[in-house]
């Protein structure tokens, strides 16, 4: 009797730590309630929005290296800049009452982006919001545009503005933009142009969306004074012109895969802290004058910029990465300065009637680093100056002179060619009409050369 007792309660205290143990390897509840509230603005019912929330966007991380080691250049990217909730899966989803409010049961502790969407109302976003009470979204009814608009003023503020058809905005309308607005092209093909006054508040910002990656849409600026575009960001392929305008483009993002992301032409102006990525074109020039590229990340473009008959440009303190060719330079005055220029193609490219001075920039694992080019109805018409550059790790030629190309002997004294061997460095250079003079030359980097504070 005593050893049935003694077996019943080892039996009992086993299936207890047994229950325990098990309880145990499954881990505490980690889910929560999450809630929050929509307001239709004009609305009394605000039912019928759809909530969602999405898992955090991956990085690009050889841009997030970039911004890390040069923080002061590009822009930051964030979940901001790369969030885009149609190309992904919503995790949960729910829909709101007529009251607005909603809540989703036993969803994962974490950071969600929480998207709230109805049609005729467009769509917004609250970003990197921790699961719990998720807060207030308001929609806005959606403004939509075709045809021709003239005499008018267009105030948006967090609004959500569709384009529906070609819209022009002739030259006697007012822009302005408040807030976080988004600017969505709705079909394939088609075109916003903007020919009258457009003003950024300091703190706005413009999200444009395209209905696909194929749509080929555009956003013109014609014959603008003093054009301001800033904090604005393409999150999907869209080409950018601007014509007969000076302009300022500042912590803005681009992006368009089949075509050129920014064209400039007949203006002048300045472009800075911004990111042009996986573009055909990052920047086209075209008979442009005294405008500055500076602080740029160009990254995985097929040509980062492309310079056609521009006068006065300079371009400083940009990255340059992992492109066919960097710099397509025809006929173009410019001074080069300060840049960095890696894991590419060829770097730079010069033909036409071109005056290059290029100075303190680093070039690291290249094809060809410098390449002149002979045209035959402009020969002998380039005019070249290249001091204190490092070149470092190129494969080809870290220079090369076609013949007839020159208008004068090649400048190239003070470089660090990646070697102090003389015969080394010739071997780099490919100079059959022997109009280049490499000497002096550095026994070591120059170490102010490259992108600097």
Request: hydrophobic share 40%.
């Amino acid at each position: 009797m005593k050893l049935s007792a003694s077996l019943f309660t080892f039996s009992l205290l086993s299936l207890i730590v047994l229950f325990s143990c098990s309880k145990d390897s499954s881990g505490p509840d980690n889910t929560v309630t999450v809630s929050g509230k929509v307001t239709l603005e004009g609305q009394s019912d605000h039912s019928g929005v759809t909530v969602s929330l999405y898992a955090l966007v991956t990085l690009n991380p050889e841009i997030v290296a970039i911004n890390q080691q040069y923080p002061a250049i590009g822009v930051k990217i964030s979940q901001e800049t790369e969030f885009d909730h149609r190309a992904g899966t919503a995790v949960y989803s729910t829909i709101t009452n007529a009251s607005g409010d909603w809540n989703i049961e036993k969803v994962e502790q974490g950071t969600y982006h929480v998207v709230a969407e109805k049609d005729g109302f467009g769509w917004r976003y609250a970003l990197n919001l921790t699961a719990g009470n998720m807060g207030t979204l308001l929609l806005k009814g959606v403004k939509t545009f075709s045809g021709m608009l003239a005499n008018q003023a267009f105030a948006f503020n967090n609004d959500f503005i569709r384009i529906d058809g070609n819209t022009i905005f002739d030259q006697n309308t007012q822009v302005s933009f408040t807030g976080v607005n988004y600017l969505v092209f709705s079909g394939n093909n088609l075109a916003l142009i903007l020919r009258g006054g457009v003003n950024y508040q300091a703190d706005s910002r413009l999200f444009a969306f395209t209905a696909n990656n194929n749509s080929n849409c555009k956003l013109n600026f014609e014959n603008i004074s003093n054009l301001q575009i800033q904090n604005f960001t393409a999150l999907n392929k869209l080409a950018v012109t601007i014509t007969n305008s000076s302009f300022n483009i500042n912590n803005s993002v681009f992006y368009n895969p089949d075509n050129i992301a920014i064209r400039t032409s007949h203006g002048s102006g300045t472009i800075r802290n911004s990111i042009f990525r996986n573009s055909l074109v990052g920047v086209a020039m075209d008979q442009v004058n005294n405008t500055t590229v500076e602080r740029n990340i160009y990254h995985r473009n097929q040509s980062d910029i492309e310079a056609d008959i521009v006068d006065s440009l300079m371009i400083q303190l940009n990255s340059f990465s992992n492109a066919v060719v960097n710099l397509d330079l025809v006929s173009t005055s410019c001074e080069i300065k300060n840049n960095e220029f890696s894991n590419s193609t060829e770097g730079i490219l010069i033909s036409g009637l071109s005056n290059i001075k290029a100075t303190l920039n680093d070039f690291k694992d290249y094809f060809k680093n410098v390449r002149l080019i002979a045209i035959s109805h402009q020969p002998n018409s380039i005019a070249l100056t290249m001091n204190h550059n490092n070149f470092i790790n190129t494969s080809d030629f870290i220079l090369q002179v076609a013949t007839g190309s020159v208008s004068q002997s090649v400048d190239a004294t003070l470089n660090y060619w990646g070697t102090t061997i003389i015969l080394e460095i010739e071997a780099k250079i490919a100079d059959v009409s022997n109009v280049v003079q490499f000497e002096p030359y550095l026994f070591n980097a120059d170490p102010q050369a490259g992108i600097n504070p």
